[in-house]
């Protein structure tokens, strides 16, 4: 084999490469919005839908049925939270809208924001459980000793399964990746070190 077509292969070798490191890294940079969008979708890991209140108010009631929806709440380690469902389940008609409570309490001298995250379990009954206002939507920032109470509205579809009679609404706090710090200003942030 000549240089030139070494040159050539070793080129055109290269360029295969490069494409192949854009594609990969293109696939995994969409992998995450591309997971979430099907979780959305089928229901998949739990993840719950969102639905406008106007939309909701559309919905007719099934007055048939009564759907058992229970709350459970766990705070990751580490995270300085107490946190805690008001009621510890309530009974819906499908197709009607329903307020709970919950309560987080931050337990240190620091200000601390944190993340919620939602699921429901069984996983076919989550692509029928939607909110119209959740805690879960935006992060919270709790002040040193704060106690607040948050509340979740949502509805369950009518067309949920019949044989699904209770489902499981669940919520773990994690830190926020970003902490506000004690010597700046309140509305200062910074990264979490």
């Not at 058992?68 to 499908?94: A, C, H, I, L, Q």
Request: overall charge positive; proline content about 7%; glycine content about 6%.
């Amino acid at each position: 084999m000549t240089d030139q077509t070494q040159q050539r292969a070793t080129r055109r070798l290269v360029r295969r490469l490069v494409v192949i490191v854009v594609a990969m890294f293109g696939f995994g940079y969409l992998l995450v919005p591309l997971y979430n969008v099907f979780c959305e979708v089928t229901g998949l890991n739990g993840k719950t839908g969102r639905m406008g209140v106007a939309q909701a108010e559309k919905m007719t009631p099934d007055l048939s049925r009564l759907v058992t929806v229970e709350f459970v709440t766990s705070v990751n380690s580490g995270f300085p939270w107490n946190f805690k469902p008001m009621v510890s389940r309530v009974e819906v008609r499908p197709g009607e809208q329903m307020e709970v409570m919950f309560e987080a309490t931050n337990r240190t001298n620091e200000v601390a924001i944190g993340q919620a995250v939602p699921s429901v379990a069984p996983n076919e009954a989550a692509r029928y459980f939607s909110k119209t206002e959740c805690f879960c939507f935006t992060e919270q920032k709790l002040a040193p000793g704060e106690t607040r109470q948050m509340p979740v509205r949502f509805i369950v579809d009518p067309r949920l399964p019949k044989n699904i009679e209770s489902l499981t609404l669940g919520y773990t706090f994690f830190r926020s990746t970003v902490q506000v710090s004690t010597s700046a200003k309140p509305d200062v942030v910074k990264p979490e070190s």
